[in-house]
């Protein structure tokens, strides 16, 4: 497991601070992305969605970085989740 604050706000912010290089969460509510979406990018990171396309915030799925790995992040939670749905 990964350990968590409890708010997907505060992991992202995390990625802007450069705390952590990238973040990644599905089944999220646009009110969980909004605000750490926006420090992420004016920070400077990356973010899209999980399989890499332009993010909207009605998507269920985020993945921030700082940009850097963004692309390597991208392959390996794809595989993540392809391993999880049989579970989810």
């Known amino acids: 497991g990964v350990r968590r604050l409890g708010a997907a706000a ?3 912010c995390h990625v802007a601070l ?3 290089e990238a973040y ?7 009110w969980d992305m ?4 926006l420090i992420v990018e004016e920070a400077g ?4 969605r999980m399989d ?3 993010f909207c915030l009605f998507d269920r799925s985020v993945l921030v970085s700082n ?11 794809s595989k993540f989740q392809e391993f999880l749905n049989p579970f989810l």
Not at 24 to 30: C, F, H, I
Not at 34 to 37: D, E, P, R
Not at 45 to 48: K, N, R
């Open 67 to 77: 940009g850097i790995l963004h692309d390597k992040v991208r392959v390996l939670s």
């Open 45 to 48: 990171g990356a973010v899209t």
């Open 24 to 30: 990644w969460e599905y089944r999220l509510k646009p």
């Open 52 to 54: 890499g396309g332009k």
């Open 34 to 37: 909004a605000a750490g979406v």
């Open 10 to 12: 505060v992991d992202m």
């Open 18 to 20: 450069g705390i952590v």
